[in-house]
């Protein structure tokens, strides 16, 4: 089982990069009277330009910034 969490965690970075966009999500582990922030930046002080609902599913993700 190590070995299985190992090999799962040291191919994880060439899934997330062989992710083709545009691909769907769904919002998770928001609490039901909160929502998830979507800001500018990936900061917390960052402007917030929207929102999304605590159980938004098919949120279509087009790309990645520079960062990832």
């Known amino acids: 089982m190590r070995a299985l969490c190992i090999l799962l965690m ?3 970075p ?3 990069a062989a992710q083709g966009y545009p691909a ?3 919002v ?3 609490a039901s009277d909160d929502v998830l922030n979507i800001r500018s930046a990936p900061s917390a ?3 917030i330009i929207g929102t999304l609902a605590h159980n938004e599913t098919g ?3 087009v790309g990645e910034g520079p960062a990832g």
Request: glycine share 12%; hydrophobic share 60%; net charge negative.
């Open 28 to 30: 998770t582990g928001v």
């Open 14 to 16: 060439v899934w997330g």
């Open 45 to 47: 002080t960052a402007e």
């Open 10 to 12: 040291a191919l994880w």
């Open 24 to 26: 769907l999500f769904d």
């Open 59 to 61: 949120v279509e993700v």
